[in-house]
């Protein structure tokens, strides 16, 4: 079978796993924040958002209806020998799902708003290309879903507010969306480079298991205060009120120029939705 085909099954299955079962790491986050939870009204919704994922991955039905914009992050292996296959298998295996899964079409032009049908067009899917050391490649699908997408932000900070800066701008922007990115939601935050580079950090942070603290002790504890500021401002599940207002905050950094401080803030509703898809030298390719 030509490698093009194994590739794009592979895709195509990890858009489908993504869109309609829930990551085990987001299922064990939502379970002990059921626990967790001191409101009642935010066990409640904590536990419905459980028994939609039982009923999606039960029925193999999407986790919500707005199944996102297809989004690629491809860690390439600078000897990977099938690029050319890789780049067509994507938009192709987009098509494939949005027909069979299915996938809502979100994939409009931003001046008529005519949808293309099957969530691909100019620049999508969106794909994000990180070569690596090595002969293989890591295909990671992240769909993001409209709601929490709109509640992304850049902040173009001066160096002079330093770390209280960028933690006072990122609990009062979370806070002000309230409800609307559908939370507990996970918060992707890229600090420093340019403000194109701190959008893209705070995507790539998405990718990271829930849990899993930056290496580097000083962004950790960033990541463990901003995490507990926000779960003690109220918003809580759905922004209804109670503990659970993130599930987790996880930060990559890229250092900046000295006279500004990018903060890109990216936000994932209470799903996390993301699969990943490893492709070997021989063009075969698992789905985990």
Not at 157 to 171: I, M, N, S, Y
């Amino acid at each position: 079978m030509p490698s093009v085909t194994l590739i794009a099954d592979a895709v195509y299955a990890a858009i489908a796993e993504a869109a309609t079962t829930l990551r085990p790491d987001v299922a064990a986050a939502l379970e002990a924040a059921v626990t967790a939870e001191p409101s009642a009204r935010g066990r409640e919704v904590l536990r419905q958002l459980l028994d939609n994922a039982g009923i999606a991955s039960r029925d193999r039905v999407p986790l919500c209806q707005d199944t996102g914009t297809p989004t690629f992050v491809v860690r390439l292996g600078v000897d990977f020998p099938h690029l050319r296959d890789l780049v067509d298998a994507l938009p192709g295996a987009t098509r494939l799902a949005t027909s069979d899964v299915p996938l809502r079409p979100n994939a409009v032009h931003p001046l008529s708003g005519r949808n293309s049908g099957d969530n691909t067009g100019r620049h999508v899917p969106t794909v994000t290309w990180e070569p690596v050391p090595g002969d293989r490649a890591e295909i990671h699908v992240l769909p993001k879903g409209g709601g929490s997408e709109n509640c992304s932000a850049l902040c173009m900070l001066a160096p002079a507010d330093g770390l209280r800066g960028v933690k006072e701008a990122v609990v009062e922007h979370v806070v002000a969306c309230g409800g609307r990115p559908c939370p507990p939601t996970v918060i992707g935050l890229g600090l420093g480079g340019g403000a194109d580079v701190a959008l893209k950090l705070g995507k790539l942070a998405l990718l990271r298991p829930l849990g899993r603290r930056h290496p580097e002790p000083e962004m950790a504890a960033l990541e463990t205060e901003i995490e507990e500021l926000l779960n003690a401002s109220g918003v809580g599940p759905m922004g209804l009120g109670g503990r659970t207002t993130v599930l987790a905050v996880h930060a990559e950094y890229a250092h900046r120029h000295p006279a500004s401080l990018p903060v890109g803030i990216v936000v994932q509703c209470w799903a996390h939705r993301r699969a990943v898809v490893r492709i070997a030298p021989d063009g075969s390719a698992t789905v985990g």
